[in-house]
């Protein structure tokens, strides 16, 4: 089981920075990937941005150029810098945690409880 943590939401101005942080704890061993999704209220969850334990990263159209994840395999903790913010990612965002495959079994995905980000003059 694994459990994670999201902290570093808030209410920031259009074109500033944030930075969220997402904490894993428990059978943390067999991570294959770490990221970031988000959802806005009436709209699905959609990718924001992975990073793999090859340190391989994927981001959302949306958000290249402007986001930048990143990862402390000593801490277990994945983080989210987010520069040049527009009201438009404002949303709830979530922490998430894939699995690598034992044989034919993909184990479930981890999610975090959410985290606010609103966007705003």
């Known amino acids: 089981q694994v459990q994670l943590v999201e902290s570093g939401g808030g209410l920031v101005q259009p074109g500033g920075s944030l930075r969220l942080s997402c904490a894993a704890s428990g059978n943390i061993f067999k991570i294959y990937a770490m990221g970031w999704y988000r959802q806005a209220p009436g709209k699905q969850r959609e990718l924001v941005a992975t990073?793999?334990?090859?340190?391989?990263?994927n981001y959302g159209d949306s958000v290249k150029g402007r986001f930048t994840i990143s990862r402390d395999n000593a801490k277990n903790t994945v983080s989210l810098q987010m520069n040049s913010l527009k009201p438009e990612d404002t949303a709830v965002y979530y922490c998430?945690?894939?699995?690598?495959?034992?044989?034919?079994?993909?184990?479930?995905?981890?999610w975090g409880q959410g985290t606010q980000v609103t966007v705003s003059s």
């Open positions: 998430n945690a894939d699995f690598e495959w034992e044989d034919d079994y993909a184990p479930p995905a981890s």
């Open positions: 990073i793999t334990s090859g340190d391989r990263t």
